[in-house]
């Protein structure tokens, strides 16, 4: 299992790339996969499960932005997690760490001045990247988003699988990804 991570980690390393094809100037895209292993694990992973039984150790998880000028285009794909489950996904502020909160609120493109935010105008998927998708019978799932504007610099750093779909829920898992800014 310690090796099955190692190569998830360095699997998602290699994966990362900071442009793409003809008119690189204007498109960022990147790929990262990452194996999930509890905060406690003995080799760390980018990718955390809190919940073991919604989202076991070893559980995979790769997600996908391309950003140009017309827009970003964030894609998620997961396997081994629990069968015919619906689970809620969201693009977040920050990395994640030990425990759940770590990777703060949702990303916002345009950002309630109330935090935490629980305003519709703002927690909605046309405002805020939403992922949400059920798992297969193999515990296999997909989701994509598409949004007219891209991520601030700096401003989302991960993917966190919530125990509901919808604006919330309680984190099952995070996977940090390396979000680069809109283009253009």
């Known amino acids: ?37 509890p905060p406690s694990a003995l080799v760390a992973s980018s990718a955390k499960t809190y919940d073991l039984e919604k989202v076991p150790a070893g559980a995979r998880i790769t997600v ?7 827009g970003t285009r964030v894609t998620l794909g997961v396997s081994g997690l629990q069968a015919g489950y619906a689970y809620g996904a969201h693009v977040h502020q920050k990395p994640c760490g030990a425990l759940p909160e ?22 909605n998927p046309r405002n805020e990247v939403w992922l949400d998708f059920t798992t297969d019978a193999q515990g296999r799932g997909h989701a994509e988003a598409q949004h007219d504007w891209g991520f601030r610099k700096g401003g989302a750093r991960s993917v966190v699988l919530h125990r509901e779909q919808g604006g919330a829920g309680d984190r099952l898992a995070c996977f940090s990804v390396p979000f680069g800014p809109r283009q253009g």
């Open 64 to 70: 996908g932005e391309t950003s140009t000028p017309a």
């Open 1 to 37: 299992m310690v090796a099955a991570m190692v190569a998830g980690a360095v699997a998602g390393a290699l994966l990362a790339t900071g442009s793409a094809g003809a008119g690189a100037a204007d498109v960022y895209a990147t790929q990262v996969s990452g194996v999930f292993a």
């Open 102 to 123: 770590a990777a703060g609120g949702h990303y916002q493109n345009r950002v309630d001045p109330v935090q935490p935010s629980t305003d519709p105008a703002y927690v």
